[in-house]
């Protein structure tokens, strides 16, 4: 808002992005956020994570403890 972008723009920012695949790996979160993308774009029906509230903090850390996993 301060950086003066319109409302309307703002109200259809998707926060947090990617799907709730249950990845915590860099790879992972990437697949997440492009499986949200084709998601949207063809009107698919999967569970975005900008409709859940997580209470876990340190949720999108950089994964480095479970990257040698993927």
């Given amino acids: 808002k301060r950086a003066g972008v319109d409302e309307t723009l703002l109200s259809k920012v998707?926060?947090?992005?990617?799907l709730d695949l249950g990845g915590r790996a860099p790879t992972e979160i990437?697949?997440?956020i492009m499986a949200e993308i084709v998601n949207v774009r063809r009107r698919g029906g999967a569970k975005s994570l900008a409709r859940f509230i997580h209470s876990e903090v340190g949720?999108?850390?950089s994964g480095a403890d479970v990257a040698d996993e993927a």
């Fill in 14 to 18: 998707y926060a947090p992005i990617g």
């Fill in 30 to 32: 990437a697949l997440a």
């Fill in 59 to 61: 949720l999108a850390d």
